[in-house]
């Protein structure tokens, strides 16, 4: 089968198979969102008078149903077919004869891919918020519930000062927090429309893409033709940095985990049917779902890095490099959000030691506790600190266990209702809203 661009040369096979690669598993993530650009395109088409009413709605009655097979899973790009656009349009040139050959004035494949993975990147970026989101509830739940139950805190993996699961579990849900704005911030570079910049260097058709631009809910323009097709890389790469530090945070939270479960610490316990045993220590439960979340999202850290190993230092303008992005960046939001949905379940429903504290051996954790009661008392600081250390010493050293903190985010005034507060002004910025009403308007649900 002829390609989009082939005139009279066959390409040789293997170099087709080469410059293909992967993009046809690819594309078929991409599959419903290039539907979706082309519905708007060719509403816009109509528009500036280069389709008839009557080719448009016939035009979208076969598209909206090329739709509802990818939503079945119905639809796979045919042997011999390059990728999604080709299939979409030989589908439309089968069931309608040259009116289907239309659908492609006005624009090249260079701007169906940006449009295409920008629409599909809107959509994962949706399902990774939400995954945090949720994620952050548990961790602020379990906050509230075990608030009071002290556990050590470390410093150089040394005991330093008295902590608490209220402190721990809240810790990362504000650093998910965070993670949530940086996630906004490349959500908003994604948000643009670079649909109608064609090769990089625009059209002499009098498109309409702010037309486009609203039919399919993005907050704007790239406006630009040379910097949209610039953009390729660049936003993936953004986003890749946003994931990345979702990824830092579950990593973190993963390896605390993996060294709070062993008997050394055993400050919590994970149910039964979250571990792993082995094949000759019959005592062994395995904190394996923790180990491959952490490995799994320290290698989801590398993929800024592999993006722009691909971009780095090319001029602007089309290169084929690009392609190599797609394989590196689609599977990366299932890989993250696989390891969200596992932590969410097990931190859901761990069990956690309430008498760690009870241990003799964590005495020292007071120490600051008992400086600061002699403060308060009088002595100076740096007499107190000497007067405890030599209490330290000589073993004498008696614990003051009772804890009394008030200032903000600590042991005794943890904040998690701002914490919740700010996530979810955050979470209002995104503006999802606006992208669902466009598609479905599109769809005509």
């Known amino acids: 089968m002829k390609k989009l661009w082939e005139k009279d040369t066959v390409v040789d096979a293997a170099i087709e198979r080469f410059t293909i690669g992967r993009d046809q598993e690819m594309d078929l993530f991409l599959a419903k969102y290039d539907v979706l650009g082309s519905m708007a395109h060719i509403t816009m088409l109509e528009s500036i008078g280069l389709l008839t009413k009557p080719e448009l709605d016939i035009l979208l009655v076969e598209l909206k149903t090329i739709y509802a097979s990818i939503e079945a899973g119905d639809f796979c790009i045919e042997a011999g077919v390059e990728d999604v656009h080709s299939q979409v349009e030989l589908l439309l040139t089968r069931r309608l004869g040259d009116t289907g050959k239309k659908i492609h004035s006005g624009r090249s494949r260079n701007d169906q891919v940006l449009l295409d993975m920008k629409l599909f990147t809107r959509a994962a970026i949706k399902d990774i918020h939400d995954a945090v989101s949720d994620l952050i509830n548990v961790l602020i739940e379990?906050?509230?519930?075990?608030?009071?139950?002290?556990m050590p805190g470390y410093t150089h993996l040394q005991i330093a000062m008295p902590s608490s699961f209220g402190l721990w579990f809240g810790a990362y849900a504000e650093s998910l927090v965070d993670d949530l704005l940086l996630l906004q911030a490349a959500y908003r570079i994604c948000n643009r429309n670079p649909l109608g910049s064609g090769a990089g260097y625009g059209s002499s058709f009098p498109l309409n893409r702010q037309m486009t631009s609203d039919l399919l809910g993005f907050d704007g323009?790239?406006?630009?033709?040379?910097?949209?097709?610039?953009?390729?890389?660049?936003?993936e790469r953004n986003v890749a940095f946003a994931l990345s530090s979702i990824a830092s945070t579950l990593s973190r939270l993963?390896?605390?985990?993996?060294?709070?479960?062993s008997q050394n610490f055993g400050f919590i316990k994970l149910p039964?049917?979250?571990t792993t045993g082995s094949s000759i220590m019959p005592h062994k439960k395995n904190p394996d779902v923790f180990e491959l979340?952490?490995?799994?999202?320290?290698?989801?850290?590398?993929?800024?890095?592999?993006?722009?190993?691909?971009?780095?230092?090319?001029?602007?303008?089309?290169?084929?490099?690009f392609q190599l992005?797609?394989?590196?960046?689609?599977?990366?939001?299932?890989?993250?959000?696989?390891?969200?949905?596992?932590?969410?379940?097990i931190m859901s429903s761990m069990e956690i030691n309430?008498?760690?504290?009870?241990?003799?051996?964590?005495?020292?954790?007071?120490?600051?506790?008992?400086v600061n009661k002699l403060v308060l008392e009088g002595v100076p600081f740096r007499d107190a600190y000497k007067q405890v250390g030599i209490a330290i010493e000589n073993g004498s050293f008696t614990p003051d266990t009772a804890i009394n903190h008030t200032h903000e985010g600590s042991l005794g005034n943890l904040c998690?209702?701002?914490?919740?507060?700010r996530k979810a002004a955050i979470s209002a910025s995104f503006g999802f809203e606006r992208v669902e009403s466009a598609e479905s308007n599109l769809l005509g649900h």
């Open 325 to 345: 992005l797609k394989e590196q960046f689609i599977p990366s939001f299932g890989e993250l959000k696989d390891c969200l949905v596992m932590t969410n379940a």
């Open 142 to 150: 379990q906050s509230e519930r075990y608030k009071d139950v002290l």
């Open 221 to 235: 323009l790239n406006y630009n033709v040379v910097y949209a097709q610039m953009g390729r890389g660049k936003m």
């Open 254 to 261: 993963a390896f605390d985990a993996c060294m709070y479960t």
């Open 293 to 321: 979340t952490r490995a799994r999202c320290n290698k989801l850290q590398t993929l800024p890095y592999q993006i722009n190993a691909v971009i780095n230092n090319l001029p602007s303008g089309y290169f084929r490099d």
């Open 354 to 370: 309430t008498h760690i504290l009870d241990d003799k051996k964590y005495d020292h954790l007071f120490s600051v506790e008992v």
């Open 416 to 421: 998690n209702d701002a914490i919740l507060d």
């Open 272 to 274: 039964d049917a979250f």
